[in-house]
């Protein structure tokens, strides 16, 4: 996983940080494997996974046997791209990361998905995935958009 990530200011966070970005590569080498159960458990027992075509999931258990069926069919042999463009903590407990990244038979070209995850630290200490957005980024959108509304263009962007 490659990280390109906001480093929090307060180096009392490496620790977590660390423990954030172990958690999203352990999801993405269970869904490399094609391990529901185990892609399931990076999720808390309460979690929401919403995926880019509007399914909603609730609950690791659900994430995960749903995913199997997912790794069982249609998406047998992809493996998960994902790098982690923002890390930022809110509160001791949860932070919200966001990443680019894409599913496919080998390394996509280009990371054409985004995904907003709240993860938390849970009373064992281990962090989990609270809740996944994931979204079908629309570069010829955004690029309209940008040219027709500047003022819509985030702060940061060329």
Do not use: N
């Amino acid at each position: 996983m490659t990280t390109r990530t906001r480093i929090p200011a307060d180096p009392a966070r490496a620790a977590d940080t660390a423990a954030i970005r172990e958690l999203l590569k352990d999801s993405r080498a269970a869904w490399d494997r094609g391990d529901g159960a185990a892609y399931g458990a990076c999720f808390t027992d309460d979690a929401t996974d919403v995926t880019f075509v509007g399914t909603v999931y609730r609950g690791g258990p659900e994430i995960g046997r749903a995913h199997q069926a997912l790794f069982d069919g249609f998406l047998k042999g992809t493996r998960l791209a994902l790098d982690i463009t923002d890390l930022r903590f809110h509160g001791p407990d949860t932070a919200v990361v966001v990443t680019r990244g894409d599913v496919g038979k080998g390394r996509p070209r280009r990371l054409g998905k985004l995904a907003t995850y709240t993860v938390v630290r849970r009373p064992d200490g281990r962090w989990r995935i609270a809740a996944v957005q994931k979204t079908q980024r629309r570069r010829l959108m955004e690029a309209v958009s940008f040219r027709l509304q500047p003022a819509t263009r985030p702060a940061g962007r060329p």
